[in-house]
């Protein structure tokens, strides 16, 4: 494991957990909707010889407390807010910014709204149920979802969650990529317990976010719209094909399907940074051109 550095960041209304490892350009990763940078630690090594990484926890989940009452209508809002301040203080400059799910919904808002934070983003997977022509139909999925966890618990709305998402693929690292035993069950044990906060303040406004598409069509230049090459008939891949064909962009296949950057991260990184490297490459012969 390389060296990595620790830290808390006070943000308005919470403070946030942080990781950073590796050296070069900074490379900032959005939790998913599990909200722990810990499912990103074999990834983030594989990617930390050839960026600085940072990860963190999502404010309400594992180690970043909110000090205040969480404000559902606000969430997306929030959850951009932390990683433009995150950014400002250790990335130095804009950054190139990852985020999976729930955090490539965080991570299109940050986009939108902070565009000077960022040098490139790609957005893997946003389950943005709104912007899809049936959005009705997976916006009562989501209230279906609640309401089977309020009824019968977490456990058994997972289950009915993967199954009906089309999630029913493995979900942790090689079994060579995976943390010491202790490292491992202390991060499965956050996660368990994050996903009450996800079913309480996550799984309702996150699919049914307005995402502002105009603000992005003037950056796409900067956006990747990243899908699993094992998951092109589930769900959570079809909002980024919408969007690709109303900015005019290409959906990119990464290894693995919906949490690949989990399953095959070094695959995944080979591919994430070979496409970072290709947008800062074109955008120096565009600069150059102009």
């Known amino acids: 494991m390389r060296t990595m550095t620790t830290g808390t960041l006070a ?9 950073v490892r590796g050296s070069g350009p900074a490379l ?21 010889g050839r960026h600085t990484v940072i990860t963190y926890d999502r404010r309400g989940f594992s180690r970043s407390r909110a000090d205040e009452p969480v404000d559902d209508a ?7 807010g932390d990683a433009h301040r995150l950014l400002t203080r250790l990335a130095g400059g804009p950054a190139h910014v990852m985020g999976g799910s729930s955090g490539a919904i965080t991570a299109l808002h940050l986009l939108a709204r902070y565009p000077r934070s ?8 946003p389950p943005l149920a709104s912007v899809l022509p049936d959005a009705g139909r997976w916006l009562r999925f989501y209230a279906d979802l609640y309401d089977v966890y309020r009824r019968d618990g977490a456990q058994v709305a997972m289950r009915f969650f993967r199954e009906r998402a089309g999630m029913a693929e493995p979900t942790r690292p090689p079994q060579d990529l995976q943390p010491p035993p202790e490292r491992l069950e202390a991060m499965l044990a956050r996660i368990r317990r994050n996903q009450v906060f996800w ?14 598409v105009a603000a992005l069509e003037g950056v796409s230049d900067r956006l990747v719209l990243a899908g699993g090459s094992a998951s092109r008939e589930h769900f959570p891949y079809r909002p980024n094909t919408v969007l690709a064909e ?14 690949g950057y989990v399953t095959h991260p070094v695959e995944f990184a080979d591919a994430l940074a070979r496409v970072l490297g290709e947008r800062q490459g074109a955008r120096r012969i565009t600069s150059r051109g102009s």
């Not at 900032?28 to 930390?48: F, K, M, Q, R, V």
């Not at 960022?118 to 997977?125: G, I, K, Q, S």
């Open 118 to 125: 960022v040098r490139t983003l790609v957005a893997h997977e």
């Open 11 to 19: 943000v308005p209304g919470a403070t946030l957990y942080y990781e």
């Open 246 to 259: 109303r900015l005019g962009l290409p959906v990119v296949d990464f290894p693995g399907g919906h949490v």
């Open 28 to 48: 900032l990763l959005i939790p998913t909707g599990n909200g722990d940078a810990g499912p990103y630690e074999p990834l983030a090594e594989a990617l930390a």
């Open 199 to 212: 079913f309480e303040h996550e799984i309702l406004p996150y699919p049914a976010f307005d995402l502002d």
């Open 74 to 80: 606000r969430r997306v809002d929030t959850d951009a």
